[in-house]
Structure formats: structure tokens, C-alpha cells
């Protein structure tokens, strides 16, 4: 309840309820305003209307099968909240991936963050006026979330980066796909400067609206575009490269002012830097070292023929399995074989690697790093994404935290809206990039 | 060498107030009194490393070790690109640590969020409410005798 609001408010004062279900507010989240006439003297944030406790399953959860859980979190940008979390237990468990995997989890990261850009820029320039520029920002959103849609298999909750790499080579149609987004992406890119950079309405409402000064957002623990807009260079990418990041050309934007218009600037900027980054990346992929297997023999009858005799033909898996036979984990997946799936070719046809199997999805067995605690950021799309990790030597985290980025660019809020207008409140949330299910967990 | 530094600098300057400092690879680690917490905080946000960011705050309940919660704080150097990691424990019969909101804004929701999950008292926060929990809310969810499916009394609708 936002007491405090309610208690210190002045008797001439209005007293108005934003949320916790109001269209402009994203997620579930309520802002108490007190107005006097349409400026806001105070206001009290209350957030938890989404709170699930993700922290507090994944204790009860094994380190393989909690990466679902780790989808929710920021249900815009799925993939990055997969490869913080799996490169967390990498680092416990001293896993190295391989170089293809890398470039695969690059490619998907910088995919996921434009589209988590474009989400918030749509949805700011939908709440300022500018509904054309959504259906714009949709539209490229598509077309990644295509490619995203082959590659892994869903839109968002995709469970796709593994602990050891990625669950699935790339779709021999990939390069084709991607090729066609970048270009739709840079259109839309391209139309929505024309539409909103110098355009009147949607420049008074967002220059020079909620300044945030760079020794606030420090103190907030602002990271990411929001950061970034207020002219510090932070990025986890480039200060601790992470993956191949180190070996890509691609730049920091910054703004200068860190008003609503910079972060808008910032995002957009940023989209850019991110496509160029899957250019390189789709160029620089290792070659797979195999085509994919078109016909191979049933399981049904590899398993009967096991029985006999070691299978030594290629096994058509079922289609949910393409993309990860057992020739091309070397391509995707760790070497250390006691940290991946098992390969089910092995698995269907010889007892040895049933009991694999077993010994990694049994209670007790599987992923167990060691006895200690890790720390890893990865850069998400709003900021430093980090994944504190307690093991106790057993199958399941002992403690699992998120640091969300969002949690802290939220904070600001009340500091922002001060002594502005209630209007204000919207292009200003907006182009913070609340996501409900990051910020609550 | 620049890692071990600041661990040894912190040695010098508090030495009753760290217990032990450790270095493995990219995690620096600071085990202090909690009683030291605030001035060691502020010495590392205006000292020379200037760490200037409070990444993250958070606590690990050992249920059934003494003393029992451990509050873990990640501290980020933008000038130095590094981070810092500091530790305390506390006992479960003293539940209370100063707060960081004097020298970090994000400090007053990331000490709720304790508040909330786990009933650490921060003494001098000035607004410690439950911040993702509802009030009327029973007990602390996140600490390790608090059960994953425990139901929770209704409550009254206010007004």
C-alpha cells in the first residue's frame, strides 16, 4: 500500500492512482500521484504486482531444468536472460563453448536486443500520439522474431542458449532469413528517424523531460541505454567482452542531456550498432561441419536394431530435435560431456548412453558445479543483467539472484516525475523500459 | 597487480573491520565485521578505486550455520572497469546493518527488497516497508524455514 504518499500528503492537494492496470503502464505497476492541479509534488512508486517468486523456485529447481524460468524474466528479450544465466553456471563449472556456439549466441543476443529496443520505442511512441511508428516497430519486430521463431523454435519463451551452448545448430535457411530482417530492420530504423526525430509533438514531450543527471543515474545503479543516455560509456559488452564481442567492430553510443528524447536516441542508435554486429557476426560464423541429415533411419527401428548390433547410421531424430544430432555438438556444444544433454542417437541405441542420460537428468546427479559463489553480467536490453549464483555443491542453486536491470532504473521514477506533469509521466516511463516480469521477478 | 591493491589497501586502512579478502579470477572478494559496513562503503565510493556504483545488494540465508544471513553487496568501479564484491554476516539474533541509502539512491528499494525477503533491518533507511509483498503478508519468503507452497492468510481489503 503506498502509505507513505497517504500520509504526507498536503490537505490542498489531489491524491490519483496510475495503474496498477493502465494502458500506459506496461506491466502491472501503480503510481500513486500527488497532484496539485496537473503538477506532481510527490509520488510513491509500488511495485510487485508481478512478483512470482523466481528466486525462490529456482532453489527448488535443478541447474538444467530452471533455464524456462529464466525466460520470463524479460519476456522481450528471452535469449539474453538464457545466456546470462547459463554463462553464470559456465563460469562455476569452468566450461568453455565452442566458437561457433559463440557466434550463434552473439547472432541471437543482438537480435533479441533490437527487438527489446523496438518493443519500448514502439510502445513510447504509441503512448505519445504516434501509432503509425508502432505498427512500424511491430513490423521489424516480426520479422526478427522469424527468424528467432526457425532458430529456436518459439517466440519468446525460448529456452534456447544451454549451459555448455546453444540447443540446436542453425536451420540451413538461416543466412537467407537474416539477411531479409536486417534489411526490413534497417527500413523501419530509417522511417521511424523521419517520423519522430524532428517531429514537433513528439520532441516537446520528450526533450528535456526528466533530466537525469550523470551522478544520479550512477547512484541509481543505472546501466544500459538509460545509462548510456546520460553520456557515461558503460556496456558490459565492451568493458568485460564477454563471448566474441572483442572481436567485432561496433561502437558505444551515448547522449548527452539524458532526457526522454536521449534515450529514444540512444535505443535507436543502438539498434543500429546491433545490426552491424549480426552482419559481421552472420559473416564471420565457423562453417558447420555438417549438412543436415535428410533422411536417416527411423528411431524405432534403430532401437531395434541396437539390440543386435552397434548403430552405426545416421538416426532421423523427431523435428523438435533437428538441429542438435549428435554430429554437431562439437559445432554447438560443450566437449565436457558430463555438462551437456547426452546425444539421444546415443541415448536410443546403447545402454551406455541411457545411463547418461539418467545420471544427468536424475535427482542428486547432473549439473553440479562446485561448492562457491559466481557473479556474471552479461549486457541485456536494459542494462547490466546479472546472475549471482550460491552452489552448494548439490544439483539445485542454493541461492539464485537476478540483478534486473530495470529494478534500478525504476527506482528513479519518483525522482524523475517530480514537479512535472502528469502527461509527463507517460513518455517518461515509457522510455525507461519497465518489464514487469524482470523487475518483480 | 592492480587486483590485489585494493584488497590490501582495504587490509591496511580497516584492519579490525575485514575478516578475510580473497581473489579469483574476476571476483574480488571482501569479508567484513558489519559493523565496519559504512565506512568501508564510503571509503571505496570516494576512494581512490572510486567505486561509484552499487550494482546490486542482496542476501544468502545459511539456515542453520551461525552467524546465519549473509549480506552480499556488489560495488563497481566505472574509472577501474572492476568490481567488488563485499560480505558480511549476520546473526540471527541481530538481524540489523546500517544502510546504504546515505551514500546510494538505488540503496532504499534494493534494502526494502531485503526487508521484504528475507527481515533484515537496515538502521537508517528511512522508509523500510515491504517493497514486492503485500502488507499483512507473513513472514519472509525467501529464507530457507519459510516453505515453497505455504499459504498465506487472507486479508481484509482496505477501504
Known sequence: MPNRIQQQARPDTMLLNMGPSHPAMHGTIR????????????????????????????????????????????????????????????????????????????????????SDHLTCLAAMAMECGAFTVFLYKMKAREFLWDVIEQTTGARMTTSYIRIGGVRADLHPGFDTALKKA??????????????????????????????????????????GPCLRSTGVSYDVRKAQPYLVYDDLKWEVPLGERGDNFDR??????????????????????????????????????????SRRRRVRRDIALSPNLEGSEESRYRDILASDRGSVVPPKEETYTSIEGLIDHFKF????????????????????????????????????????HLRAPCFHIVSALEQLIQGRYVADVIPTFGSMNMIGGELDR | ?????????????????????????????????????????????????????????????????????????????????????????????????ASLTPLW??????????????????????????????DGFEGHPLRKDYPLRRRQPLIRLKE
Open chain 1, 31 to 114: 503510481i500513486m500521484l500527488e497532484l496539485d492541479g496537473e503538477r506532481i509534488v510527490n509520488s510513491e512508486v509500488e511495485v510487485g504486482y508481478l512478483h512470482r517468486g523466481f528466486e525462490k523456485t529456482c532453489e527448488h529447481r535443478t541447474y538444467f531444468n530452471l533455464l524456462p524460468y529464466t525466460d520470463r524474466l524479460n519476456y522481450v528479450s528471452p535469449l539474453i536472460n538464457n545466456l546470462g544465466y547459463a554463462m553464470t553456471v559456465e563460469k562455476m563449472l569452468g566450461v568453455s563453448v565452442p566458437e561457433r556456439a559463440q557466434y550463434i549466441r552473439v547472432l541471437m543476443s543482438e537480435l533479441s536486443r533490437i
Open chain 1, 182 to 223: 536486417v534489411e526490413e530492420t534497417r527500413g523501419v530504423l530509417k522511417d521511424i528517424h523521419g517520423l519522430l526525430d524532428k517531429n514537433k509533438i513528439f520532441l516537446n514531450r520528450t526533450r528535456d523531460v526528466a533530466v537525469m543527471s550523470r551522478e544520479d543515474a550512477v547512484s541509481f545503479g543505472w546501466t
Open chain 1, 264 to 305: 529514444y536516441m540512444v535505443r535507436m542508435m543502438e539498434m543500429e550498432q546491433s545490426l552491424r554486429i549480426i552482419e559481421q557476426a552472420a559473416v564471420r560464423l565457423p562453417k558447420s561441419s555438417r549438412e543436415f541429415i535428410a533422411d536417416g533411419l527411423p528411431p524405432a527401428e534403430a532401437i531395434k536394431e
Open chain 1, 361 to 400: 537428468f536424475m535427482r542428486g546427479h547432473g549439473l553440479r558445479p562446485p561448492k562457491g559463489e559466481a557473479y556474471f553480467a552479461v549486457e541485456g536490453g536494459n542494462g547490466e543483467l546479472g546472475f549471482y549464483i550460491v552452489s552448494d555443491g548439490t544439483d539445485r542453486p542454493y541461492r539464485l
Open chain 2, 1 to 97: 597487480m592492480e587486483e590485489k591493491a585494493i584488497l590490501d589497501e582495504l587490509r591496511q586502512k580497516f584492519p579490525a573491520g575485514i575478516r578475510e579478502t580473497s581473489a579469483s579470477p574476476g571476483d574480488e572478494v571482501v569479508v567484513i565485521e558489519k559493523a565496519a559496513l559504512l565506512e568501508i562503503a564510503a571509503f571505496l565510493r570516494d576512494g581512490r578505486d572510486k567505486f561509484t556504483m552499487l550494482l546490486d545488494l542482496t542476501c544468502v540465508d545459511y539456515a542453520g550455520e551461525e552467524p546465519r544471513f549473509e549480506m552480499v553487496y556488489h560495488l563497481f568501479s566505472l574509472s577501474r572497469n572492476r568490481r567488488l564484491r563485499i560480505k558480511a554476516r549476520l546473526g540471527e539474533g541481530d538481524l540489523r546493518i
Open chain 2, 105 to 134: 539512491k538505488n540503496a532504499s528499494w534494493l534494502e526494502r527488497e531485503v526487508y521484504d525477503l528475507f527481515g533484515v533491518q537496515f538502521e537508517g533507511h528511512p522508509d523500510l516497508r515491504r517493497l514486492f509483498m503485500y
